[in-house]
């Protein structure tokens, strides 16, 4: 664990943002498709 720390960029709070943007972005499009694979299912049973 210690170890990591000194293969971390010079700014690892600038790291940490661009990683949690890039999170946000790929969540966002995985939950869109989820939604939608959900929504298809949910309207192929008899619920409605």
């Given amino acids: 664990m210690q170890s990591e720390g000194l293969s971390m960029p010079k700014k690892p709070i600038e790291q940490e943002k661009f ?20 929504n298809r299912v949910t309207q192929r049973g008899n619920r409605s």
């Fill in 19 to 38: 990683l949690s943007k890039t999170q946000e972005v790929l969540y966002q499009k995985e939950f869109r498709r989820a939604d939608r694979a959900y």
